[in-house]
């Protein structure tokens, strides 16, 4: 697992974007071997869909070869809601982009049976070879997708009821009333999420620093699930100054230095060489 320390929240958006940029660059992607993207919502990850909206726009990327599955959806939403994931993906970035609708993914929180959709959906990560790489963001209390405090670590795409701090969380999207928050998702499990070959979480602002020291310090625990990815293989956590507040100075120095050894070794290499240290 690496910890990338940036400077704020734009540092955080611009190096995630850079991060997929080089990723999809170097797969290649083609009609034949398309690359499969894990992709999550929420108020983090909106910087990093402007930059890469704009890298397209520059010709930079295209996304044409790109197939995505989100992580999570609201039950009982509907999908033209303000606050679907579906209006949520196709406003802030399907539809600024070359991608072709019919491959990209989001769970259908409106099934007639939430079982059967959430099988299709493993069916179809299966059928598209897997994830190369998964994009996620995380809840005050550690979760990661929709996967709450207590869920299994080797979970797999369920229905959860949602916990009264996510509810919390989220109530900013609705008015700010909780009672409008639906109590229901479609999430990935945390397995599911595992079996990505390379998993990047985003994690900014102060009122995420404990997850984020409970997840890079503490043991693995399905009380904070985020911190299952400390035993993935190829695990970044990216994160501003703010979410480092509650870590130890040591640990934080510690990814700095690798970071900046990180930072020479991009300035030698060529775009396609470049990879992350682990
Ligand atoms: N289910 C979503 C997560 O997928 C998301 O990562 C999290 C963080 O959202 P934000 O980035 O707005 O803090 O919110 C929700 O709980």
Same mark, same amino acid.
């Given at each position: ?5 940036? $400077? ?35 108020? =983090?990850?909106? @910087? ?19 197939? =995505? &599955? ?9 999908? $033209? ?26 769970? $259908? ?9 959430? =099988?299709? &959906? ?6 598209? @070879? ?8 995380? @809840? ?5 997708? &929709? ?15 949602? !916990? ?6 989220? +109530?900013? &999207? ?6 409008? %928050? ?7 499990? %945390? ?13 900014? @602002? ?6 984020? !020291?409970?997840? #890079? ?8 699930? #985020? ?10 956590? %990216?994160?501003?100054?703010?979410? =480092?507040?509650?870590?130890? %100075? ?5 990814? +700095? ?22």
């Amino acid at each position: 697992m690496r910890l990338i320390i940036l $400077d704020d929240t734009a540092a955080v958006a611009d190096w995630a974007a850079r991060f997929v940029l080089q990723r999809v660059t170097e797969f290649a992607p083609s009609a034949e071997r398309r690359f499969v993207l894990g992709l999550p919502t929420g108020g =983090t990850p909106l @910087g990093m869909y402007k930059r890469l909206i704009q890298f397209y726009k520059e010709g930079r990327i295209s996304f044409k070869y790109v197939t =995505t &599955f989100n992580m999570d959806e609201y039950v009982g939403l509907p999908r $033209d809601h303000p606050e679907s994931y579906h209006y949520y993906m196709w406003n802030e970035f399907f539809k600024h982009i070359d991608i072709e609708p019919s491959q990209a993914h989001v769970l $259908d929180g409106n099934a007639p049976n939430l079982v059967d959709e959430c =099988t299709r &959906f493993e069916k179809l990560i299966k059928e598209a @070879g897997g994830v190369n790489l998964f994009i996620g963001g995380i @809840g005050p209390d550690g979760h990661i997708a &929709f996967n709450e405090p207590g869920s299994s670590l080797v979970s797999r795409t369920r229905a959860k009821t949602l !916990a009264y701090d996510t509810l919390e969380a989220n +109530k900013r &999207f609705f008015g700010n009333d909780i009672s409008k %928050v639906p109590r229901q998702a479609l999430t990935v499990g %945390v397995g599911t999420v595992m079996d990505a070959k390379e998993v990047m979480i985003l994690i900014t @602002g102060s009122h995420k620093a404990l997850a984020l !020291a409970k997840a #890079v310090e503490e043991g693995v625990n399905h009380m904070w699930t #985020v911190s299952a990815f400390q035993q993935h293989p190829q695990a970044l956590f %990216v994160c501003d100054e703010d979410a =480092t507040l509650e870590l130890r %100075v040591k640990t934080v120095k510690y990814f +700095k230095a690798l970071s900046d050894e990180h930072q020479k070794m991009i300035a030698s290499a060529s775009v396609t060489q470049q990879h992350v240290l682990h």
